[in-house]
């Protein structure tokens, strides 16, 4: 008799929970998740949204609901790229991964305002599509921010129901690190080359063309010197390869956006006062015009210019963006500067 009312227990403990899994709200507990009937979603559908392995990661695609994109890319030497174009910000990327890693559900989102937040997430969301070799591995829909800054909303796809996500142990919100925005991921690097790269680098001086000088790279601290007519037939080799070390690690501070067209071609259309240009050996070319900033130097002396913290930057004749004249300064070179 006790067998059996042990066994009747047992029954109606199991029927309890079955009934309760029924009416309580996705994410309550797995348990409860497990025993829901004729629910199409699966435990792995709603509550997997980070990535454990996120070396697999090759590509990563977002848009955002007025169509800006932003695809990262990583090359087979394992750079990243913006949109197959520019160069990647690697930290950025490494948070974005480190990101999709660590990110975890903190809470379901309550029921009687997911109806809200579901129709926020169909209008305002990242669709996030990340790839290995490919294949999609995740499609993730990032949502804005919950009301005290501390979660963002979410959404697998394929699922109907929303969480508010985290990274245990931070204090913040995660929407800012899903930008669309191409610009917020674009590396500031201009010139990031070993000399094995590089085949000849050519600097123009604008106000002093006849210094101007081009360096071929001829092999492991072997160069030719070439000035405006003729090839130097005797230089400071040491000083040659100092200079040409120069343009393994050169950055701009920031990008200048949203002037008008007049402010644009004032700075495009002025005399430049440096121009460089890297050849590649695989045939790409990086160039760059340094201008002084009118708004900065319109006071200096031409010949005092390392007094100025900025200078104007053009690349590859596009696109414009403000360099620190000391990062710079090292470069200012001349042809006489190279005599032994």
């Known amino acids: 008799m006790k067998k059996y009312i042990i066994q009747i227990l047992v029954i109606i403990v199991l029927v309890g929970l079955v009934v309760a899994a029924q009416v309580a709200p996705y994410g309550t507990s797995r348990l409860f998740d497990m025993l829901k009937i004729g629910k199409q979603a699966t435990i792995r559908e709603l509550r997997d949204f980070n990535i454990e392995d996120t070396a697999k990661i090759d590509r990563i695609f977002m848009v955002d609901k007025e169509n800006n994109i932003v695809e990262l890319t990583e090359s087979e030497q394992g750079k990243w790229y913006v949109n197959e174009e520019f160069l990647a910000k690697k930290n950025n990327v490494q948070l974005l991964l480190k990101t999709l890693h ?64 985290e990274i ?116 790409e ?7 002084r900033n009118k708004n900065i130097s319109q006071n200096v002396a031409d010949n005092d210019i390392f007094t100025v913290s900025q200078l104007n930057g053009i690349i590859n004749q596009n696109t414009w963006v403000l360099v620190q004249t000391h990062v710079f300064a090292t470069m200012f070179k001349e042809l006489s500067d190279f005599k032994p």
Do not use: C
Not at 285 to 291: A, D, F, I, K
């Open 168 to 283: 245990p142990g931070f204090r913040g919100y995660l929407s800012s690190r899903f930008t669309t925005n191409p610009i917020s991921w674009r590396s500031t690097r201009i010139f990031y080359y070993d000399q094995s790269q590089i085949d000849e680098i050519g600097v123009r001086i604008g106000d002093k063309p006849d210094e101007s000088f081009k360096i071929k790279v001829k092999g492991r601290n072997e160069y030719e010197l070439y000035g405006e007519d003729m090839k130097a037939k005797v230089f400071d080799t040491l000083a040659v390869r100092r200079f040409v070390k120069e343009f393994e690690h050169k950055y701009h501070s920031h990008f200048v956006l949203g002037k008008s067209p007049r402010q644009v071609d004032s700075v495009f259309n002025s005399s430049f006062f440096y121009r460089f240009n890297v050849k590649l050996k695989n045939d």
């Open 102 to 165: 660590r990110m975890r559900i903190k809470t379901p989102v309550a029921k009687a305002a997911e109806e809200n937040i579901l129709k926020s997430l169909a209008t305002k969301s990242v669709k996030v599509e990340v790839y290995s070799d490919d294949d999609l591995m995740k499609t993730i829909y990032i949502g804005g921010v919950t009301q005290n800054q501390l979660g963002t909303y979410a959404l697998l796809e394929g699922s109907n129901r929303p969480f508010v996500i």
């Open 285 to 291: 070319n990086v160039e760059l015009s340094l201008h």
